[in-house]
């Protein structure tokens, strides 16, 4: 075994050009296989990461409320009394889109303004800057608060810490700014950006709105396993109430992630399986090397079996040339994947680490590429007839 | 008379018995008989040339004496065991525990030191590393060239790679030193060498059997078998041989 290792490094050696281009086939193959594999696992996996960024356990609830069915908060707060294990947070959404904002004498065009509950910022996981967020009493006394974003108070207000001393005017109505909440998104802190908000007690938000319903609820299950069951509970309240699907719909953030999750599982395997072709292309090489090699060594092998060796023997030979030349090409495959991964992940901006399953993967195919193609010609080697293999020169 | 029989039996047990050997090829539609009806025993001790001219038959002969080939029919026992049933795999173990063989081509592996290359009978019969390397060496002191080990073939002259050659027949220690025209590519000094040393390798004991289409070779030899279209037409002591077919050749 030891010596067929020797025998089979020094065959390499001998043949330094032609084992160098064997083994190519094998290199770009399996360097394909990684810098594929890991480029798009790395980008998929920051956008499964900006989606767990929204919350993995949110779960969010749009109904077309009408006159005679609909869902109230009174509803949807009950609905968590059912369930106080399932559900950590709750907060209606209701958006006031036609609303006329007012700073002093400046108009505020494109600031999104929602009535939420005290529960919005931990859904959001937002953290608060200066002052405070909504308190219950806020929303149970529909007081005339508002909590704004960093955009609205440094554009408006100067800073945080001078806005939450003044107030803001809603549809004529007077808001003092109790709270201000951090930076959101530096690159886009704009008009109409993440930052340009203002939360006022959805209460008070419900009584400014056209229609005086509450179409939109945002909630957070106490851990991502329950947002099944919260969904499927949800869904079963809600035909009850609307005894038609569609006019309701309950979307849960993990099973977005899941769904992208399987996307990306078909995607990579979809790469691999094309970079694999590759590997297919390689070990015909090492198949096409390893028969001009037995033909090019016949007397040898006429030699070997004069002496005594036995066709396993012969055999092995062959076959382990085979697998440590497709070896040594799957190993120069990895490093140089390896960094290709490294650097066009820098090139693109994203955290691209070759995957180790990649790694173990293109490794075992490029031995068995090695195994399986070198034994075919070790076979034919090893059925040489020694009379016929002696007689060629 | 039991006694005598057994220990008969046991001095007079030829290394090599062939018994009504064909060896036939077909060629087309023609049946071509390379051996026909082989009857030939050798002894342990013997110093045997097989003479032919070029298409006699003797190669092939010298094939199945080397359990290189099996006969078409007829038997073949070698050493004891008949061949003739033996697989691939049971031929290279008889070839490998007895039998030397030595090629008009050396037929030394360019690629291997003359270490490894006396080495590699010893290999493939599973003897431990140590122990083979000192075999292999004690192998090449007897051929003179122990100090040449770690070089390679193609540094040596051809009567030097003939003297490795024959000194990786020597490794294993076997039964039957079988050599092929060892003086076939070796000019007459050189040649005169070898046969000296295969004498000198007879009279330590060993068996051997020569292939040649030389007769001034083969009355080297003790005993001459002339093989003529696939038949022996002469089988007897070297002296009567000379007498019979040295001048017609």
């Known amino acids: ?299 040898e092998i006429g030699i070997r079996k004069a002496l005594g060796a036995r066709q396993g023997v012969i055999m092995q030979q062959f076959v382990i040339e085979a697998a440590v030349t497709s070896t040594i090409g799957g190993i120069m495959g990895i490093a140089i994947g390896a960094l290709a991964t490294k650097s066009i992940g820098a090139m693109m901006e994203i955290e691209a680490n070759p995957t180790i399953w990649a790694v173990i993967l293109s490794f075992g195919v490029s031995v068995a590429i090695g195994l399986i193609f070198g034994y075919l010609p070790a076979k034919s080697a090893a059925k040489l007839n020694p009379i016929d293999a002696l007689r060629t020169d | 008379m039991v006694a005598e029989a057994i220990e008969d039996k046991h001095m007079n047990t030829p290394l090599i018995e062939m018994k009504n050997e064909y060896k036939i090829y077909i060629m087309g539609t023609e049946q071509v008989y390379a051996n026909d009806n082989i009857n030939l025993k050798i002894y342990n001790g013997e110093f045997v040339a097989i003479v032919g001219k070029s298409g006699s038959g003797k190669s092939t002969l010298m094939n199945i004496i080397g359990a290189l080939d099996k006969p078409t029919s007829g038997k073949y026992i070698l050493n004891g065991r008949d061949t003739s049933t033996m697989t691939d795999d049971e031929l290279a173990d008889i070839r490998n525990q007895t039998i030397g063989f030595i090629f008009q081509q050396y037929n030394l592996l360019p690629k291997l030191t003359l270490l490894e290359n006396v080495e590699l009978p010893l290999l493939y019969a599973g003897v431990k590393a140590s122990e083979r390397r000192s075999r292999a060496l004690s192998s090449l002191g007897r051929v003179g060239l122990k100090e040449k080990y770690s070089q390679y073939p193609n540094q040596l002259s051809g009567g030097q790679q003939q003297r490795v050659s024959i000194a990786r027949a020597l490794a294993g220690n076997p039964s039957l030193l079988l050599a092929d025209e060892p003086t076939g590519a070796l000019d007459s000094k050189t040649s005169r060498e070898v046969l000296n040393f295969l004498k000198q390798l007879h009279s330590e004991g060993n068996t051997i059997v020569m292939i040649t289409h030389d007769n001034s070779i083969a009355l080297e030899a003790k005993r001459v078998v002339r093989i003529h279209d696939g038949k022996i037409i002469f089988d007897g002591d070297t002296e009567e041989y000379a007498s019979k077919f040295q001048t017609s050749n």
């Not at chain 1, 390499?12 to 190519?24: C, E």
């Not at chain 1, 779960?59 to 869902?71: D, K, S």
């Not at chain 1, 319903?213 to 909630?219: A, G, P, S, T």
């Not at chain 1, 979307?251 to 977005?256: E, F």
């Open chain 1, 1 to 299: 075994m030891l010596q067929s290792f020797k025998l089979a490094i020094k065959a390499i050696l001998s043949n330094k050009i032609r084992s160098l281009l064997t083994m190519l086939g094998i290199i770009i193959g399996v360097a394909a296989v990684i810098i594929l594999v890991s480029i798009v696992s790395g980008y998929m996996g920051q956008m499964v990461k900006q989606f767990e960024e929204m919350g993995v356990n949110k779960i969010t609830i749009f109904c077309r409320n009408m006159t005679t069915r609909h869902m109230d908060d009174n509803d949807m707060y009950s609905f968590w009394d059912e369930h106080p294990n399932l559900i950590s947070g709750l907060s209606p959404s209701v958006s006031l889109s036609n609303a006329k904002v007012k700073s002093g004498n400046e108009n505020l065009e494109s600031t999104t303004i929602i009535g939420v509950s005290e529960d919005y910022l931990d859904i959001q996981k937002y953290k608060i800057e200066e002052g405070r967020g909504l308190v219950y009493a806020d929303v149970a006394g529909r007081s005339s608060v508002c909590i704004v974003g960093a955009y609205v108070a440094n554009t408006f207000y100067g800073s945080s810490d001078k806005a939450i001393e003044d107030s803001i005017k809603i549809n004529g109505k007077p808001f003092s700014i109790v709270g201000v909440i951090e930076t959101q998104d530096e690159d886009n802190f704009d008009e109409g950006g993440t930052d340009d908000f203002i939360w006022i007690p959805y209460t008070v938000a419900t009584k400014m709105s056209r229609n005086g319903y509450i179409n939109n609820y945002v909630l957070t299950s106490s851990d991502t396993d329950y947002t099944n069951e919260i969904t499927t509970k949800l869904k079963e309240k809600l035909y009850n109430i609307f005894k038609n699907e569609r006019l309701y719909n309950v979307t849960a953030n993990s099973s977005i992630i899941k769904q992208l999750n399987e996307e990306i599982g078909t995607l990579t395997a979809m790469l691999a399986g094309i970079a694999g072709i590759s590997l297919l292309v390689a070990g015909i090489g090492v198949m096409n090397i390893m028969l001009v090699s037995v033909t090019e060594r016949t007397r």
